[in-house]
């Protein structure tokens, strides 16, 4: 069977510290500055590592992916699971936290590993994709009107697998809406094939999209070009963001973000606070400075470009506005 392009360009995918060092050409200063081996593997598309300038790692794109020894700093209030999603695992591959919702784990892969991931330290199943008694557990589930197919990132599995879950979800009665949280088109945007937007536009439910990104740098027109082409088939698109030290954590990068994804069909849905996972301190930023972004935010955008700033805090009904 023919590899479709999308998991060749994959493969292109930088996942060694020397390679992305010397295709950055850091010099000395800034190769000591790296982790060589990061307890939560290294992984970048070769797309987002050319928008990173040469010897730079105070980019917002070199901050969010590469692996820096701040990593190692240890702090309280900083561990392993910051949202308890242990204790919502109803099935090997869900995570039942919310009324009327649910996340399906679909996979543990994603096409960029993001090193404020709140979700680096999950123990991902390693069984096959196979979702049988997650699917079980949904259609005996009448109370759930959603699902969320999340991870890892759920466009890192086949369109065959993708297919066979879809299917099953289309087929359920009380489910109304699908949901996709995924990061795959800002790394590999080839993956929005057009065999897969027919698997979409076969679908009776509503299909959801909520990317994530974290800076305008992160786009490109053929980013853009993939998420049109999911939203003429009939794809409603939003997007959720990270509030980073450093990466974002200023008025002129929220700001170009917010407009440049609303200018493009894609509405702010959600700016997280950072989820204290173990070797993220250096990502954190004080909830009184984002509760003053988010203010200055509501003077210059229109409501449909500014997001709800939110906490997750474990055991509470749904996500926490700040
Ligand atoms: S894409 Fe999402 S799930 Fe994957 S590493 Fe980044 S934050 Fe984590």
């Known amino acids: 069977m023919d590899i479709p392009l999308w998991r060749k360009i994959q493969k292109e995918s930088f996942s060694k510290i020397s390679e992305i060092s010397d295709f950055l050409q850091l ?44 990593e190692l700093i240890k702090k309280q209030g900083f561990i392993s699971d910051p949202t308890c999603d242990a204790i919502f695992q109803k099935e090997e591959k869900i995570l039942h936290k919310y009324q009327g919702r649910l996340l399906l784990i679909t996979t543990g892969a994603c096409a960029m590993n993001c090193r404020f991931c709140f979700r680096q330290n999950f123990s991902y199943p390693q069984t096959k994709p196979i979702f049988e008694r997650e699917l079980a557990y949904i259609k005996q589930e009448s109370s759930l009107h959603e699902v969320i197919l999340s991870g890892g990132d759920p466009l890192s599995l086949s369109d065959e697998t993708l297919q066979k879950i879809l299917q099953a979800l289309d087929a359920i009665d009380h489910i109304q809406i699908i949901r996709f949280h995924t990061r795959f ?43 049109k082409s999911l939203r003429l088939h009939n ?6 963001t990270v509030l980073l030290k450093g990466i974002n954590d200023d008025l002129t990068s929220l700001k170009n973000l917010f407009l440049t994804v609303s200018a493009n069909g894609i509405f702010p849905y959600y700016l997280h606070q950072l989820d204290q996972v173990e070797g993220t301190t250096h990502f954190y930023t004080p909830i009184k400075k984002g509760l003053f972004l988010i203010d200055e935010l509501r003077k210059i955008l229109p409501g449909y470009a500014t997001p709800r700033y939110v906490q997750e805090i474990p055991n509470a009904p749904y996500k926490t506005i700040l």
């Open 27 to 70: 010099d000395e200063s800034n190769n000591k500055k790296l982790l060589e081996k990061p307890s939560f593997r290294f992984l970048l598309p070769r797309r987002i590592a050319e928008k990173i300038p040469k010897n730079n790692l105070s980019c917002p794109l070199s901050k969010q992916f590469l692996p820096l020894k701040e």
């Open 185 to 227: 088109p800002i790394g590999i945007p080839e993956r929005i094939t057009p065999s897969f937007l027919e698997i979409l536009s076969r679908l009776k439910k509503q299909i959801i999209f909520v990317i994530h990104a974290n800076h305008a740098n992160e786009f490109d027109q053929d980013i853009f070009q993939a998420l």
């Open 235 to 240: 794809v409603q698109m939003l997007m959720h």
